[in-house]
């Protein structure tokens, strides 16, 4: 990923912390100091979303004594970072390196089933905490990694990796029905990529691709209208980078990747712009260099606007030795304050 952006008025990834001064809540982190943060908490009750459309309050509290102790999530009260998460049936969340988008009052998650040859699953949720198994959505398709979701316009798209290309998938619903359309060549240079990211930027109402290509360079480029992936945006290089996600906050554009390390973790970075255009500056890590993000690998930047404020939820990758079912989700709140 690349750098982005100058002055000292644009914000900046600053060091994850351990368990925040001063106790928790939404207002802690309103009033975070730092300019950046993603925050693990520990014994503190976090009030993530506190009004969503239908006025929900969301409660998340991530435990690091539970992921020690008993390693796994109970019925949805909370979600516990790095834990067993489980769906509205019992059986364990199967949606690895994926995304979510929201349409209505209702979230999407899609991601690669690791128990199914990396079939691209989904699952629905209306307050983040619950969520309901919807299935395979391309029971034909295996070996697709990091699906992602975008509607430029009319059908839904599906896009994700596969043999180190990316493949578009297309369904005139939200909810399966995805069937193939064409491997994707990405111009302007038609290389190997693999780490799909999706990103849906407000102020153009445009979807943006997001890949780590296989000669080190994180690409960004726009999703036309007909679903078929056009013009490049911009590039980060100049470091062994994968995994990106982008999230907009405070007129700046912040870029997540983690570097490549194979299925083991590493500490993720950020880079900043204030266009998707770039330049991509910064490079800071964006939790203390030895926790490697809390054993995790980002996969997606999840932003929630409430009535009294928007909460913005990095999404990571416990993977195990082998990214397979062993592996679990970390998810974590970050907190933006310009400076």
């Not at 194979?262 to 266009?275: E, H, I, L, Q, Y």
């Not at 964006?286 to 939820?313: D, R, W």
């Amino acid at each position: 990923m690349r750098p982005g952006s100058s002055a000292s008025k644009e914000p900046s990834l600053a060091t994850l912390l351990g368990k925040q001064p001063g106790g928790g809540g939404a207002d802690h982190i309103k009033n975070c100091p730092l300019r950046l943060t993603l925050a693990k908490y520990d014994e503190t009750r976090l009030c993530l979303c506190p009004e969503l459309s239908k006025r929900q309050v969301i409660i998340m509290r991530f435990f690091a004594i539970l992921l020690s102790t008993t390693g796994v999530l109970g019925a949805t009260s909370w979600i516990a970072s790095g834990a067993v998460w489980y769906d509205t049936d019992g059986q364990k969340i199967d949606a690895h390196g994926g995304g979510i988008v929201q349409r209505g009052d209702t979230f999407y998650w899609v991601g690669q089933s690791a128990s199914s040859n990396q079939t691209p699953m989904m699952y629905s949720s209306t307050d983040l905490l619950n969520w309901k198994n919807l299935g395979k959505q391309a029971p034909s398709v295996t070996g697709l990694w990091r699906p992602k979701i975008a509607k430029p316009n009319g059908p839904f798209w599906l896009y994700g990796q596969q043999d180190r290309y990316v493949l578009s998938l297309k369904s005139t619903q939200q909810v399966g029905g995805y069937s193939t359309v064409n491997k994707v060549h990405l111009p302007p240079s038609d290389y190997s990529y693999s780490d799909t990211g999706m990103f849906y930027d407000e102020a153009s109402t445009t979807w943006y691709l997001l890949t780590s290509a296989d000669h080190n360079t994180v690409q960004i480029n726009k999703i036309s209208a007909d679903g078929t992936v056009g013009a490049r945006a911009s590039t980060l290089t100049g470091g062994a980078y994968e995994a990106p996600g982008i999230f907009y906050a405070g007129g700046v554009y912040f870029l997540i990747v983690s570097g490549k390390t194979g299925w083991r973790s590493n500490p993720n970075k950020v880079f900043t712009a204030t266009s998707l255009s770039g330049p991509w500056t910064g490079g800071s890590n964006v939790a203390p260099e030895s926790e490697k993000t809390y054993n995790s690998q980002n996969t997606f930047e999840l932003t929630v606007k409430g009535s009294q404020q928007t909460t913005y939820i990095y999404m990571g990758d416990s993977w195990d030795s082998k990214g397979s079912t062993g592996s679990n989700y970390v998810w974590l709140p970050m907190a933006v304050n310009p400076r």
